[in-house]
């Protein structure tokens, strides 16, 4: 099991990454506040296109923000570190690696 000092390093880590990530989705429109495009604009074509291409990102943070938040939850459960497939602990260095990791190393080549 990792130390206290660990876990609360990789707790706040997590935090950050979680603030950062709701951050970068309110950027791009799709947190609380929504991004205007003119529907008047010349290259219509343009803008959606560029849409197309924030909903992609946005879509790829919003999985990334899932797995944070799901970590942060098993800090509360206690079950933060453990494999979600095995059960086994999930190697500090993963953890330091990868706070929000699912799976330790060997279940995680089968995911």
């Not at 098993?74 to 079950?79: A, C, N, V």
Request: net charge negative; glycine share 6%.
């Amino acid at each position: 099991m990792p130390s206290e000092t660990l876990l609360e390093n990789l707790r706040a880590l997590l935090e950050d990454e979680r603030d950062q990530l709701r951050h970068q989705l309110d950027e791009l429109g799709f947190g609380s506040s929504a991004l205007d495009f003119d529907e008047n604009f010349a290259d219509s074509g343009q803008v959606a296109a560029e849409q197309g291409e924030n909903r992609v990102l946005a879509n790829q943070i919003q999985e990334t923000l899932t797995r944070v938040e799901r970590a942060l939850t098993k800090f509360d459960g206690d079950s933060f570190g453990r494999c979600e497939a095995c059960g086994n602990e999930i190697s500090e260095a993963r953890l330091e690696a990868m706070p929000a990791a699912q799976y330790c190393i060997d279940c995680a080549s089968r995911h």
